[in-house]
């Protein structure tokens, strides 16, 4: 399954952040030995009650757009000294944090 098509991670980003739940919302999409490719979407959570499924179900009530993978949650996304967010370690992060193999 191929993910890596820019206008439509940056789709699911805009739909993602308008959960009432969410304040921000970054898609990357990760290599994977077992799967090929993962869409994982970074959320910047307003409400500690959000979920990873709370935000796959809010997903599914779209037909025009693909569910993410996973669903992870940060504070923060991180951003070089200019300001850009840094999806490279969106990237790394979610390979660490989900024990994922890109061999």
Known sequence: MQHEQIPETYQLEQFIATHDQVEDAKVVVVPDADHGELMIAWV????????????????????????????????????????????????????????????
């Open 44 to 103: 910047i959570p307003n409400d500690e009650l959000i979920t990873e499924q709370s935000v796959k179900a809010f997903c599914d009530q779209s037909d025009e757009h693909t569910k993410p993978d996973h669903v992870l949650f940060t504070d923060e996304f991180p951003t070089t000294p200019s300001g850009k967010i840094q999806k490279i370690r969106l990237k790394e992060v979610a390979q660490e944090q989900l024990g994922l193999s890109f061999d």
